[in-house]
């Protein structure tokens, strides 16, 4: 299942136009979660847009959002799924925090997003 919601939260951020999309298989490496879901926005509004949708496609496929942090400032927005946790940052923040430089050792995971 986690991977299904992983899959559900890339296409709810790729349809508000998140950049650079990555997934990481974090199973083995972190206790936290079993998936992260990195992308960007351009802007603050589109960072929360990207977060809402996430957190919106999850709640109406029956899975509860344990948190949701830093939607206000709109700088690095963590969205907790439980088995995945997606962080939206704005393009501004990415290249500082990088956190796929972070979780280095962990593998990327396809993430199938289908053009329309």
């Not at 496929?61 to 969205?79: C, P, S, T, Y």
Request: glycine share 6%; hydrophobic share 40%; with cysteine.
């Amino acid at each position: 299942m986690s991977n299904e919601l992983l899959q559900l939260a890339a296409k709810a951020a790729d349809d508000k136009r998140a950049e650079e999309l990555v997934a990481l298989n974090m199973q083995g490496i972190s206790l936290v979660s079993d998936y992260f879901l990195i992308c960007h926005g351009n802007s603050d509004k589109q960072v929360q847009a990207i977060a809402r949708a996430i957190k919106e496609v999850a709640e109406e496929n029956g899975q509860h959002v344990r948190r949701m942090e830093g939607f206000d400032e709109a700088r690095w927005i963590l969205v907790d799924l439980g088995d995945v946790v997606a962080h939206v940052f704005h393009k501004d923040e990415r290249g500082y925090y990088n956190l796929e430089r972070l979780w280095g050792d962990a593998p990327r995971e396809d993430i199938q997003i289908e053009l329309t």
